[in-house]
């Protein structure tokens, strides 16, 4: 994943998990109840979160799953499916989740919207995506660091845009924005964005 081996990339993301980032995971999470999918689970550092007595079905996907979400200790008869997809074509009924999860994900997605809209398309009218992403940050000098390292970040991180504006994204392709809220100097940013009923 990510061209990087699994535990390299946990111990990469482990400073940002203990300032903020796995707090973060854990608000957004906690408000996960009946069918939810997550998209590009990676190494699996969302599966600690999840409230899995609200959950009635918990479906991974991943365009190249790891061998911590396979071997993943879930708890006993959970309904759960791991599997390799890519959310650009997802095999799933429409309107079928109450939410869907993305993490980390879209800034490597090639065609970013028409993922979005097949996040739309299995979604409930008025289910939820919770979602965390890297963005462009507000400050100009930040901001121009990031536009200016991206092409060869791109290349080291597996397809990876330090510059993509995620959120504007999830707007255009339709979702009401119901909360946002960057962090890490505006890099970040965690929200819940809803379809319409
Ligand atoms: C940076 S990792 C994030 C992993 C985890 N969600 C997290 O929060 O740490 C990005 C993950 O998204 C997956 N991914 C990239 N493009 C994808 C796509 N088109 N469909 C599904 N997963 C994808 C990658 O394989 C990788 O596991």
Redesign the pocket.
């Known amino acids: 994943?990510?061209g990087f081996a699994e535990t390299t990339y946990d111990k990469f993301?482990a400073p940002f998990e203990k300032l903020r980032l796995s707090e973060k995971r854990g608000l957004l999470l906690s408000q996960t109840f009946g069918k939810v999918l997550e998209?590009?689970?990676?190494?699996g550092?969302?599966l600690a979160h999840y409230p899995y007595s609200q959950l009635e079905q918990l479906d991974l996907?991943?365009?190249?799953l790891t061998q911590k979400v396979i071997h993943y200790k879930f708890p006993n008869n959970f309904p759960v499916s791991i599997a390799e997809?890519?959310?650009?074509n997802l095999p799933f009924d429409d309107a079928y989740y109450d939410f869907v999860v993305?993490?980390?994900?879209f800034c490597?997605?090639?065609d970013p919207i028409k993922?979005l809209s097949e996040v739309m398309r299995v979604l409930k009218p008025g289910g939820k995506i919770l979602f965390?992403e890297h963005v462009l940050p507000h400050r100009h000098g930040l901001k121009q660091l990031f536009k200016g390292f991206s092409p060869l970040w791109k290349k080291m991180a597996h397809g990876?845009h330090l510059d993509r504006e995620t959120l504007q994204l999830i707007k255009l392709a339709g979702f009401e924005i119901e909360f946002s809220e960057h962090f890490f100097k505006s890099s970040f940013i965690s929200g819940v964005a809803k379809k319409s009923t």
């Open positions: 994943m990510m993301l998209i590009g689970v990676g190494t550092v969302n996907i991943d365009i190249d997809y890519s959310v650009e993305f993490t980390l994900v490597s997605v090639p993922g965390i990876c």
